[in-house]
């Protein structure tokens, strides 16, 4: 009889643990990186800054660098055409880390210096596991907070500001007002605070307690 708990190092659970552990093992960077370089792949921002919205993770994380404020992905060329064996020739992943480097520094109450980021070059037929694998764990804040996100047409400036803009006003062409900067300040206290808490999924505390072996 198979042993029923035989390992199996294609089993997406650990190769998400590998991605994981790959990417958080890469060496900080200023933002942007740098130099430039091609490629599209996964990325993890940290701040460090002193803004009262952040006081809990500041304290968590304790100046180590530990527990993302955002993770992101840059999809290559082929990302929506299927598998490709070559990696992106372009610059994506760099492309996508200036770009947030851009919306940060345009706001009044965050300052650029006070980020640093991580990111690892990966072929597209594994940057959204990594990416997946990389929220459910570590749930950071700006995640879902429209921190990302495109704005075109007529919602550039006249619609409703999301989460991060409202919280973090002044990126050009984004809606202004920040009635939703307490919910926001909440939003990112509340997943702070489960940072400190086992996540209930257990297929999922075993993956983040085996990559912060090595974080």
């Keep these: 009889m198979a042993d029923s708990h035989e390992f199996d190092p294609l089993a997406v659970e650990n190769v998400g643990v590998t991605l994981a552990v790959e ?14 370089f091609s490629g ?3 990325y993890a921002l940290y701040y460090c800054g002193l803004h009262d919205a952040y006081s809990t993770l500041r304290e968590l994380d304790g100046g180590r660098f530990k527990y993302p404020i955002y993770i992101g992905k840059a999809a290559g ?12 020739a372009k610059r994506k992943l760099y492309d996508r880390i200036s770009d947030h480097a851009k919306s940060i520094s345009e706001v009044g109450n965050l300052e650029l210096g006070d980020f640093r980021c991580r990111y690892l070059v990966l072929n597209d037929a594994y940057i959204a596991l990594a990416e997946s694998v990389m929220i459910r764990l570590f749930r950071p804040p700006w995640n879902g907070m429209s921190f990302g996100s495109k704005v ?14 409202a919280l973090h006003p002044g990126r050009r062409g984004r809606p202004a007002g920040s009635e939703r900067a307490g ?15 086992d996540l209930a999924d257990p297929t999922l505390k ?3 307690d085996r990559v912060m072996k090595f974080v």
Excluded at 23 to 36: F, G, N, Y
Excluded at 187 to 193: E, M, N, T, V, Y
């Design 23 to 36: 990417l958080l093992e890469q060496p900080l960077s200023v933002m942007p990186p740098e130099t430039p």
């Design 40 to 42: 599209a792949g996964v």
């Design 77 to 88: 060329e082929s990302a929506k055409q299927g598998f490709s064996p070559k990696g992106s």
């Design 152 to 165: 075109v047409g007529k919602n550039r400036t006249g619609g409703t500001p999301g989460l991060w803009d």
């Design 183 to 197: 919910d926001a300040a909440q939003l990112i206290a509340k997943r702070s605070a489960e940072l400190s808490q």
């Design 206 to 208: 075993r993956m983040y």
